[in-house]
């Protein structure tokens, strides 16, 4: 069913017409199409643009129709050109002719902004929620490890020793950001773009503020131009699915090299591996590395948001019908990821007797031995290059730190006394951190709380 053939007397090439099809990927709008279009047929009735019964039938039949889609009685046409004539059609054949009113006052260019910002509303707050079960299971964790030491990283080489739960918490805030992006984003994909017809406004006595309040958006798109032309909201939320991504990824990419043999932090339930089709000992962390993979498409997906609307002249071109397979690709992705990681945190198990072991290794506490002399007036820069000395010299004779005797230490500095042994253990440059946001038990304790409130409202 073709909504413009009146102008035509010849019919589309059978390729012109698959290459401009929507359906196949635009049908998963159904459902929002449907209640646009319940709303817009109400707000006629009350304008009296139809008759109070037409609108009562518009609205009866599109009821049906969603009942019909939704039980599988009602099919889509596999050559229907998009949803919105596919749910015009079918609307025909329930009531009639009286159908071809459901059109009045309206373009299927603000119908199809209205469906995509319906649906992104909806697929927004599912990501966000799914958003803080993942944060709910990294608190979780972070509350079973408080007395968990294990080595921080910079370069990818050992620093200094922090708390796993100090470690799980970094994406807690992470994702915290992401929640705050996408919850900016849902304000700007809440305005109500109907009314703007085809790109000018319509000559209809419509009340587009009653269709908004319908649909529980809080407003309107001002300007009848950009509201049909407008996808800086679809845009956002590709730009903010991204940085969800990235941190995702980097998650996924510290689950895999923890679960290496290398490091052994963390062991992956055996549902959440695979093996190897040649190595029968392999254990792979293939969902993680997946998700770092996935990445890669909602990066993807961005940026064919951004070439599509760079250098459109207004309005509508249907060059804005590659919009959705990107945005429906990245809120699948983001999706499917959130539930992945969710899942696979939750069963994982950590190795806390290696993770502390590890955390003394590489001199990570000389920090400290160089903030002791700071504390007894020696400039830091000095105290620097005496620890420095030090360490060259354990490496030398083999030795640690905890393995020198007060004269060695006394041998670099006057300043060091017996309590620089005080200070050398993971567990005391641990519990010495207490700046805020720090790795101190009391800091990470106060990180918790602020975490369980936040979950909470």
């Known amino acids: 069913m073709r909504l413009w053939g009146g102008r035509f007397a010849k019919d589309p090439h059978t390729l012109a017409l698959q290459f401009t099809q929507s359906l196949p990927f635009d049908r998963r709008l159904a459902e ?28 009866a039949g599109l009821e049906k129709v969603r009942a019909a889609l939704r039980s ?37 260019n603000d119908q199809v902004a209205l469906d995509v910002r319906l649906y992104l509303r909806e697929e927004l707050d599912q990501i966000r929620g799914q958003v803080r079960e993942l944060q709910e299971t990294l608190v979780t964790l972070a509350e079973c490890h408080l007395s968990t030491p294990m080595p921080g990283y910079t ?7 922090v708390l ?95 679960s290496t043999t290398e490091f052994g932090f963390l062991h992956l339930d055996e549902a959440w591996c695979t093996g190897s ?8 962390p293939d969902p993680a590395e997946l998700v770092r993979g996935k990445a890669g498409r909602v990066f993807g997906d961005l940026l064919c948001g ?73 400039p830091f820069r000095e105290a620097h290059g005496i620890v420095g000395q030090i360490v060259r010299y354990c490496e030398k004779q083999g030795v640690t730190l905890a393995d020198l005797s007060v004269a060695e230490w006394h041998s670099f500095s006057k300043e060091f006394g017996e309590d620089v042994l005080g200070i050398i253990s993971p567990s005391g440059a641990i519990h010495a951190k207490r700046s805020p946001g720090g790795t101190a038990p009391e800091r990470v304790q106060e990180q918790i709380a602020a975490a369980r409130e936040l979950l909470a409202g």
Request: with cysteine.
């Open 306 to 378: 951004l070439t599509v609307l760079k250098g459109l002249p207004l309005t509508y071109n249907l060059d804005l019908q590659e919009d959705k397979e990107a945005l429906f690709d990245a809120v699948d992705t983001a999706r499917v990821v959130l539930a992945v990681m969710k899942e696979m945190l939750a069963s994982a198990t950590f190795d806390v007797e290696r993770m502390a072991a590890a955390s003394g290794r590489g001199f990570s506490t000389a920090t400290e031995v160089a903030d002791y002399l700071v504390r007894k007036g020696v």
């Open 155 to 161: 370069h990818t080489q050992l620093a200094q020793p």
């Open 32 to 59: 929002y199409d449907i209640e646009g279009s319940i709303a817009h047929v109400r707000m006629l009735g009350r304008c009296r643009i139809v008759t109070r019964e037409e609108a009562r039938q518009l609205e």
């Open 277 to 284: 089709s040649i190595m029968p000992q392999k254990r792979n």
């Open 72 to 108: 599988g009685k009602a099919k889509l046409d596999a050559n229907g050109e998009d949803i919105h004539s596919e749910v015009e059609r079918l609307l025909l054949e329930e009531i009639g002719p009286l159908a071809g009113k459901l059109h009045t006052a309206r373009s299927r």
């Open 164 to 258: 796993l739960a100090h470690h799980l918490m970094a994406y807690f805030w992470m994702f915290q950001r992401d929640l705050d992006r996408l919850a900016a984003c849902r304000t700007r994909v809440n305005l109500c773009p109907l009314g703007a017809a085809a790109l000018a406004g319509t000559s209809f006595p419509i009340d587009p503020h009653f269709v908004a309040k319908l649909l529980g958006f809080s407003g309107l798109v001002p300007n009848s131009m950009d509201a049909v032309s407008d996808r800086d909201f679809a845009l956002e939320f590709l730009s903010d699915a991204s940085v969800l991504m990235v941190h995702l990824s980097r998650l996924a990419n510290e689950i895999v090299l923890w």
